[in-house]
């Protein structure tokens, strides 16, 4: 059974940084390409951070370019997002998604809906 499991969520200020982690299961990391997206109240969910798992180019939502950045850790099944100068803006629940590659191909979709296995989420909250 695919598992994606979210953790690092929380609470901090304006300015602080968190680093958000998603274990995963039941699959074979390196078949995947894993992503992470948002969803803040009453807003749709969005793309944040992206990771080519062809050639590792990564790609960003403006909203958190420079800010956010993607890795993974594949002898852990781990992907990480690292998030700097948070915003109050950047208040939302925080998700992991997973899409076997060869259904996509080369293609790193940003959209929602291509993606088949979701975590249960974490809270990120910046005060201000």
């Given at each position: 059974e695919v598992q994606l499991v979210e953790s690092g969520g929380g609470l901090v200020q304006a300015g602080?940084?968190?680093?958000l982690s998603c274990a995963t299961s039941g699959f074979t990391f390196d078949d995947y390409t894993i992503s992470w997206f948002r969803q803040a109240p009453g807003k749709e969910r969005e793309g944040?951070?992206?990771i080519s798992t062809s050639d590792g180019t990564t790609f960003y939502a403006d909203?958190?370019?420079g800010r956010f950045t993607i890795s993974s850790d594949p002898a852990k099944s781990t992907m990480y997002l690292h998030m700097d100068s948070l915003k109050p803006e950047d208040t939302a629940v925080y998700y992991c998604a997973a899409v076997l590659k060869s259904l996509l191909g080369l293609v790193i979709s940003t959209a929602p809906d291509d993606y088949p296995y979701w975590g249960q989420g974490t809270q990120v909250t910046v005060s201000s």
């Open positions: 602080g940084s968190l680093r944040v951070a992206f909203s958190v370019k």
